[in-house]
């Protein structure tokens, strides 16, 4: 496995725990410090799949030779 390879599987295993603690703390959270349910997914503009997908294959090895 190369570095980047090796770079990359922490990348994404970095995302899930960081998605899963979001998941998981965010109920918990009080309601004042929610913030407005208005526009909550303009940060995403569906380019979250593709992020992920470029981090996921960053360091496939056949890709770069």
Do not use: C
């Not at 770079?7 to 994404?12: H, Y």
């Not at 998605?19 to 410090?33: H, Y």
């Amino acid at each position: 496995m190369t570095k980047l390879a090796k770079t990359s599987a922490l990348a994404l295993v970095a995302i899930v725990i960081i998605i899963v603690s979001v998941i998981v703390e965010g109920p918990r959270m009080p309601t004042d410090l929610r913030g407005s349910n208005v526009g909550k997914w303009d940060v995403v503009h569906g380019e979250v799949f593709q992020a992920i997908g470029v981090i996921s294959f960053g360091g496939y090895e056949k890709r770069w030779g």
